[in-house]
């Protein structure tokens, strides 16, 4: 399950830049005309650069909102309803491909979900992520946590930013052999005088979840003024985004091996 409800106009709208980066991950596909499986694929425009790519790609989404975009923007493209965390697949796929999603899953999920992308996949299968690293927003969710602390609430961190040693170990145990790991640093242009005032709001929803609207409100003008010094560059907001981009195989030799 996702912790989050989405707005689908907004975020294609305003948040296009998290399925514009994606695209380098593309050129981590090792083959030609395979099946790919591009899961948690949103507003589906990932899913068309694949099937763009040459690949035969179908998306799955847990959120009918953004499949309901996705159909409506690519009709001839074939959008599943699925959840990462529960879902299995009839006919396996060659890769399973997957942007800026698995963050938003909790931690004790994982591995749940790791496995179902393993039982999905034929094998010599790649799969092939990003996902928020560790220390991901860091900056934006201490201003967050410090405004929460000063008022006595509790910040409950929404999101899940694991380091590649923890990650590459969840990858082992689901049964993947991995073949590269890499966390780096990537400062994200926010869209708008307003980029990082909008992009709490929409992203960072369950820590506010039960306050009212005013102490919503001031947490947040609060935080971003904290951050303008650090966050705000020649007139434009930034966020301090981490990926961890990483490359694993479904490989039944490699479940041969003893240890
Ligand atoms: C991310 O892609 O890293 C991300 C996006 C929104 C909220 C948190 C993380």
Redesign the pocket.
């Known amino acids: 399950m996702m912790n989050i409800e989405w707005d689908a106009d907004k975020y294609t709208k305003d948040?296009s830049f998290?399925n514009q980066?994606g695209t380098a991950l593309l050129d981590m596909i090792d083959g030609e005309n395979l099946s790919v499986l591009d899961l948690g694929c949103g507003n589906g425009s990932l899913t068309k650069k694949l099937i763009d790519a040459g690949f035969e790609a179908e998306g799955m989404d847990a959120s009918d909102e953004l499949l309901k975009t996705a159909r409506e923007t690519y009709p001839y493209i074939n959008f599943l309803s699925g959840d990462a965390t529960e879902f299995s697949v009839d006919n396996k796929y060659d890769v399973v491909f997957s942007?800026?999603v698995f963050?938003?899953i909790d931690k004790e999920k994982q591995l749940p979900m790791l496995e179902n992308v393993y039982n999905a996949l034929k094998n010599n299968g790649q799969f092939i992520f990003?996902?928020?690293?560790y220390g991901?927003?860091a900056i934006i969710h201490e201003a967050l946590k410090t405004e929460f602390d000063k008022r006595s609430i509790k910040y409950v961190m929404?999101?899940y930013?694991p380091t590649i040693g923890e990650y590459t170990q969840k990858l082992e145990q689901a049964g993947f052999l991995v073949r590269s790991a890499v966390l780096f640093d990537r400062p994200t242009e926010l869209n708008g005088c307003n980029g990082l005032y909008d992009?709490i709001h929409?992203?960072?929803k369950t820590p506010f979840r039960d306050l009212a609207e005013e102490i919503q409100e001031d947490i947040i003008n609060s935080a971003v003024m904290k951050l303008k010094p650090e966050l705000f560059k020649d007139g434009k907001w930034y966020?301090d985004?981490?990926?961890l981009r990483c490359k694993a195989l479904r490989n039944e030799y490699y479940q041969l091996r003893s240890y």
């Not at 990003?130 to 690293?133: D, H, P, R, T, V």
């Open positions: 948040f998290v980066y942007n800026a963050h938003w990003e996902m928020g690293g991901n927003n929404p999101f930013f992009w929409m992203f960072v966020a985004y981490v990926r």
